[in-house]
């Protein structure tokens, strides 16, 4: 999921973050109406600048690496650079996360709303999960916002523990989906024995409804997620839906087989997905 670099007390504060930072999370990520008045303060400028005679401002390549990343263009990558930690997480947190977030699910809506739709139940547009309608930033604030190797283990505690919020501007789209008559499909690498705490999950958080809920099972153990989700698109389309729509965070959730209409990925400088 850019900069006046932080000041020394910021890098002080970042370092600090990881330990007190669960306790603000999981207060602004509460209700989507909290989230903003919480953060009243700018936490990173996000604006480029040089130093005398041009010379470079450290880790302003680090927003190079995030554009690399979100187009593309750097693949296979398996922990975000150890230098370009505190600024992931000051984007993150920061204000330009959210607006980069909501520039893509209203431009989502926008086209959405554009459309002339038969009503006849067909119409689905396809949500991955993950970073993409329930947010883990809770769990990778605390490591190193992704600058840790990732373990699978420690993570699917935390997916256990069924309190992961939702990104607001998902939510937003979701339920003006619903209200255009869109049926809401779930696409999850999440694995089958997690089916009772992520419908729990999304429910406590606002997602009350949707058509089917896909999450990874037995038969795609081997399988990358672009193997997986083009498998399962491909299966709704064979059933007689149209997939007007599809949204992920990684571009293994919107390439391949059946990919709708039209895709849309969302910002995610945490982590890569096959």
Same mark, same amino acid.
């Given at each position: 999921?850019?900069?006046?670099?932080?000041?020394?007390?910021?890098?002080?504060?970042?370092?600090?973050?990881?330990?007190?930072?669960?306790?603000?999370?999981?207060?602004?990520? %509460?209700?989507? #109406?909290?989230?903003?008045?919480?953060?009243?303060?700018?936490?990173?400028?996000?604006?480029? @600048?040089?130093?005398?005679?041009?010379?470079?401002?450290?880790?302003?390549?680090?927003?190079?690496?995030?554009?690399?990343?979100?187009? $593309? *263009?750097?693949?296979?990558?398996?922990?975000?650079?150890?230098?370009?930690?505190?600024?992931?997480?000051?984007?993150?947190?920061?204000?330009?996360?959210?607006?980069?977030? @909501?520039?893509?699910? !209203? /431009?989502?809506?926008?086209?959405? &709303?554009?459309? *002339?739709?038969?009503?006849?139940?067909?119409?689905?547009?396809?949500? !991955?999960?993950?970073?993409?309608?329930?947010?883990?930033?809770?769990?990778?604030?605390? #490591?190193?916002?992704?600058? @840790?190797?990732?373990?699978?283990?420690?993570? *699917?505690?935390?997916?256990?523990?069924?309190?992961?919020?939702?990104?607001? +501007?998902?939510?937003?789209?979701?339920? &003006?989906?619903?209200?255009?008559?869109?049926? /809401?499909?779930?696409?999850?690498?999440? +694995?089958?024995?997690?089916?009772?705490?992520?419908?729990?999950?999304?429910?406590? /958080?606002?997602?009350?409804?949707?058509?089917?809920? /896909?999450?990874?099972?037995?038969?795609?153990?081997?399988?990358?997620?672009?193997?997986?989700? %083009?498998?399962?698109?491909?299966?709704?389309?064979? %059933?007689?839906?149209?997939?007007?729509?599809?949204?992920? !965070?990684?571009?293994?959730?919107?390439?391949?087989?059946?990919? $709708?209409?039209?895709?849309? &990925?969302?910002? !995610?400088?945490?982590?890569?997905?096959?």
């Amino acid at each position: 999921m850019q900069r006046s670099l932080h000041s020394p007390k910021s890098s002080h504060t970042m370092e600090r973050l990881p330990g007190v930072l669960f306790f603000f999370l999981v207060i602004f990520f %509460s209700t989507t #109406q909290a989230y903003e008045p919480l953060i009243n303060h700018q936490i990173h400028l996000l604006r480029p @600048k040089s130093g005398a005679g041009g010379s470079s401002v450290p880790g302003l390549s680090c927003l190079s690496w995030r554009l690399a990343v979100e187009v $593309g *263009n750097i693949i296979n990558w398996k922990t975000v650079p150890a230098q370009c930690g505190s600024y992931v997480g000051h984007y993150m947190l920061g204000h330009q996360y959210r607006k980069d977030s @909501k520039l893509i699910t !209203d /431009v989502a809506w926008l086209y959405a &709303k554009s459309l *002339n739709l038969k009503k006849d139940g067909k119409n689905v547009w396809v949500f !991955d999960i993950d970073e993409t309608t329930l947010s883990n930033l809770p769990y990778f604030a605390r #490591q190193g916002f992704g600058t @840790k190797a990732f373990n699978i283990t420690a993570f *699917n505690e935390w997916v256990l523990e069924g309190r992961a919020p939702a990104l607001p +501007e998902s939510l937003q789209l979701y339920n &003006k989906l619903l209200k255009l008559g869109v049926k /809401v499909v779930f696409i999850t690498g999440r +694995e089958e024995d997690q089916r009772s705490v992520t419908i729990t999950n999304l429910r406590n /958080v606002g997602y009350r409804t949707w058509e089917k809920l /896909v999450l990874k099972g037995s038969a795609y153990s081997g399988k990358t997620s672009y193997e997986f989700k %083009s498998a399962e698109r491909a299966k709704l389309e064979k %059933s007689g839906f149209r997939i007007i729509g599809n949204m992920g !965070d990684q571009w293994s959730d919107i390439l391949g087989a059946s990919a $709708g209409n039209r895709t849309f &990925k969302l910002p !995610d400088p945490l982590y890569y997905v096959s």
